[in-house]
């Protein structure tokens, strides 16, 4: 069943339908009366009744081809209108349908904002045509930049053009935007409702920018500009006037009371150096102060110009951006610089106990069974270093700019050059540690390591210096010292004795028991040698013509070694000479005594002639 509503609508949708029924009823009555008058006129006039009723039939039969041609247009108009009802209904539900979509997107999307003169009038939504949102949106503020700066401009000439789908906000001949119902939707009003706000802000806005870009409103500006110029001039001369005085109440401290800088009585810098470095101080802090009076005055200076104002800002962030990006960068910093500064903390003290340690165990207070005082040091500076090794690898991460990959690509690229270029280097500090523990001689030894020989004076974990018995100072590598023979004379002088050696050659015709003695006598009287273990003498070697001795004394200070072994050598002269025996080979003895005949004979040759 239909409602009276539905009724009455249908009513409005088909007055053509409700007309031809109207039609019909009024023929339907004309047909009646004129059979009722037709049979009032058969009984007065039969010949005229019969006249009337052919007509009838006529009339009736027209008005039947009529009926029946309404009735078809009837259909059709139906039809019509319901394909048109349907249309209607389908622009409802896709109307409805978008409606509810905007709904839902409504709190995501921000819209893009309408910026004129760095003011924000209103967000447009919707795109209109093939222009999005931000292309409306730049449009609109570019037509309103350009209609601000007219100075002919009148705020009146703004006005609606109603179109049938959209709303043009027109100046003049110009459109500076359109209103479409998608645009109502989204403010959720209605086309002609939204114009008319939008058209008041635009409005408003130009009338702000006439009163900006008045003629009055440019003097009263450039008149500032000029202040502020003034200003600024008076500024840095005072500046300059100041620091003036600064650098001449420097050069009169210096003439009074300035006194040179020293540390622990070492001076470092005399009162001339240090004036000067005050000076450059005060120079660097006048050039600091101007920087940042212009840093503060340049955009003071653009920003009284609208035309300006944006570079002003622009130029304000470009100075102030990076203040504060390093500002959030160190305030960002201070909880990795915590964790830092714990790892340090932690790592140092446990530098400082194995320090602790090192020392009581090379001072022998403390005994390891198996580690030797002198591994102390090394050992500790081994262990310092693994665990610096480790701080630094735990802070890397926390270090600024460590993710970056510029910083990663340039601490690869040192560690190739160092790699590359440090062979040497690792391979003498290996050498040097191995050299530590293998424990061939530490410092103040006398050491011989190929012809070298003298007191080792400094060993380190790459080379050794060794000084000569000719205060020579030689510096040899730790690999030439692992790949060579060394010897160690301190070491064998203080456990067993060193035992310093001499050869001796003498003729059968002396005794060797008496040789034996002098020699044994003669090692006694040298300043060094000990008594205990007793000098004892070796026979070497059997010549044909001489025998060969070799006299054997302890000593237990080898730096002393070639002092002691050179009073040895005199006084085996000394004692030989006190027993009338002459230091010489057999061999020796001959070939003088050849040489004294060769000449006997030439003598007697020359007397002869």
Request: proline letters at 4%.
């Amino acid at each position: 069943m239909e409602s009276i509503a539905e009724r009455s609508i249908k009513k409005k949708q088909y007055p053509l339908i409700s007309w031809i029924r109207t039609f019909c009823l009024v023929a339907g009555l004309a047909l009646i009366f004129s059979s009722s008058v037709a049979a009032q006129t058969q009984e007065d006039n039969p010949e005229q009744a019969e006249e009337v009723i052919k007509s009838d039939s006529v009339r009736l039969i027209e008005l039947s081809l009529e009926l029946e041609q309404m009735k078809l247009n009837e259909i059709l108009l139906k039809s019509k209108l319901e394909e048109n009802n349907q249309h209607h209904i389908a622009d409802s539900l896709k109307k409805a349908m978008q409606i509810q979509r905007i709904d839902s997107l409504r709190a995501e999307t921000p819209g893009v904002p309408v910026v004129v003169d760095g003011d924000t009038l209103f967000n447009i939504y919707a795109a209109r045509g093939g222009q999005s949102p931000i292309d409306r949106a730049q449009s609109a503020a570019e037509i309103m930049m350009k209609i601000g700066h007219e100075h002919t401009m009148k705020v009146d000439s703004v006005y609606l053009l109603d179109n049938e789908t959209y709303i043009d906000i027109m100046y003049g001949d110009k459109v500076i935007m359109s209103v479409t119902e998608q645009d109502a939707i989204w403010n959720t009003t209605t086309p002609a409702k939204l114009a008319g706000i939008y058209m008041s802000i635009l409005s408003d806005k130009i009338r702000l920018m006439k009163a900006e870009n008045s003629l009055w409103q440019i003097v009263k500006r450039a008149g500032l500009f000029l202040i502020v110029i003034c200003i600024q001039y008076l500024l840095v001369k005072l500046i300059n006037f100041l620091f003036r005085k600064l650098r001449r109440e420097i050069i009169r401290f210096k003439q009074q009371k300035m006194h040179p800088l020293e540390i622990r009585g070492l001076e470092v810098l005399n009162t001339r150096r240090l004036c000067r470095m005050l000076i450059m101080l005060s120079n660097f802090l006048r050039y600091v102060v101007l920087l940042a009076l212009f840093i503060i005055t340049i955009p003071i200076l653009f920003s009284i110009f609208p035309q300006t104002e944006n570079l002003a800002y622009r130029i304000f962030y470009y100075i102030v951006d990076p203040v504060k990006m390093v500002l959030r960068a160190i305030i960002d910093y201070i909880p990795n610089l915590f964790i830092i500064a714990i790892i340090w903390y932690c790592v140092r003290y446990i530098i400082k106990g194995l320090k602790y340690l090192s020392n009581e165990i090379k001072s022998e207070k403390l005994k390891i069974t198996g580690f030797y005082p002198d591994w102390a040091e090394p050992t500790f500076n081994i262990i310092r270093f693994l665990l610096y090794a480790f701080m630094i690898a735990m802070i890397y991460p926390y270090l600024p700019g460590s993710e970056s990959g510029v910083f990663q690509g340039i601490s690869v690229f040192v560690g190739v050059i160092v790699s590359l270029g440090s062979s040497t280097v690792i391979s003498n500090f290996i050498a040097g540690f191995v050299i530590t523990y293998m424990r061939p001689f530490k410092t103040g030894d006398f050491i011989k390591v190929n012809d070298t020989m003298g007191n080792v004076i400094e060993k380190s974990p790459f080379i050794t210096r060794v000084r000569t018995i000719k205060n020579e100072l030689v510096t040899i590598p730790n690999t030439f010292i692992v790949s060579s023979n060394t010897v160690n004379y301190s070491y064998s002088a203080k456990q067993y004795g060193l035992i310093i050696h001499t050869m001796l050659t003498m003729g059968y015709d002396v005794p060797w028991r008496k040789v034996h003695q002098l020699l044994i006598d003669a090692a006694l009287a040298t300043d060094g040698v000990q008594e205990h273990p007793a000098p004892f003498v070796l026979e070497t070697e059997l010549n044909d013509n001489y025998m060969c001795y070799q006299i054997n004394a302890y000593i237990k200070n080898a730096d002393e070694m070639p002092e002691i072994m050179s009073d040895l050598l005199q006084n085996i002269q000394d004692k030989f000479n006190e027993a009338h025996i002459e230091l010489f080979a057999p061999h020796h003895f001959t070939t003088r005594k050849w040489q004294d005949n060769n000449r006997e004979n030439a003598l007697h040759a020359e007397i002869n002639r």
